[in-house]
């Protein structure tokens, strides 16, 4: 049972360079979401995407670009990478359309921009 | 704008000894309010989800309240298998969800 899988899980970039992170879920849920998270701040929202077809901003989409790839994939990209967005990253997903339940998440992507 | 403020931020126990973590919550329609476990490198899971004031959910040694502006997580004679971030968070009818910053929680034998 994958449940949400992300890859990669570490990575680390140079200033400027880019990269995609990638999320698969198996549960066949709608809604998948791409959370930020650094030390004090919790889980700040980056994009969402509440069904196939469809993208949000969140809270901190600036350096981000997303693609919901089919229902079961969501990917985000960093077009040029700055240390601001040296962070753990998480994938989530949920069944229910608009988002009133659990979310599942991922083991999280560490990512370093030196 | 749904805000979400957790106290402490950090709390240590002894083994056994009881307490409670605090989830403040000021949303504009209450759609449930969810806690999560987070451990050391990896992401958050999900606990409970209360959705109404007065409602309470249990598992093992961990209790859920919900009030009209607040929820508690109450741990009873806690483990050091307990220790862990807890996480709460209300979901908006936009489909996102506002995190709290999380108690990290250390329980010593």
């Known amino acids: 049972n994958a449940g949400v899988t992300q890859t990669p899980k570490f990575q680390v970039l140079k200033t400027g360079q880019s990269m995609t992170l990638q999320c698969a879920q198996d549960m066949n849920h709608n809604s998948m979401y791409w959370y930020r998270q650094d030390p004090g701040m919790g889980l700040r929202l980056i994009y969402y995407?509440?069904?196939?077809?469809?993208?949000d901003k969140g809270e901190v989409p600036n350096g981000y670009n997303v693609s919901r790839l089919n229902k079961r994939e969501f990917s985000l990209r960093l077009e040029s990478a700055a240390p601001s967005q040296t962070s753990v990253y998480f994938c989530a997903s949920t069944r229910q359309v608009p988002n009133t339940g659990e979310l599942f998440f991922g083991e999280g992507s560490r990512l370093t921009v030196l | 704008e749904d805000q979400v403020t957790q106290s402490p931020e950090a709390l240590r126990l002894q083994e056994g000894e009881s307490s409670s973590l605090n989830c403040s919550y000021t949303?504009?329609?209450?759609?449930?309010l969810f806690w999560y476990r987070q451990d050391p490198g990896k992401g958050p899971e999900f606990l409970f989800t209360l959705y109404s004031a007065g409602e309470e959910k249990e598992k093992e040694r961990l209790k859920a309240t919900l009030t009209k502006k607040e929820s508690f997580l109450h741990i009873t004679a806690p483990k050091p298998e307990d220790s862990a971030t807890y996480l709460c968070a209300v979901p908006s009818a936009a489909g996102k969800s506002t995190f709290g910053d999380g108690t990290t929680l250390t329980v010593k034998p």
């Open positions: 995407s509440a069904s196939e077809g469809t993208t």
């Open positions: 949303v504009s329609g209450l759609r449930g």
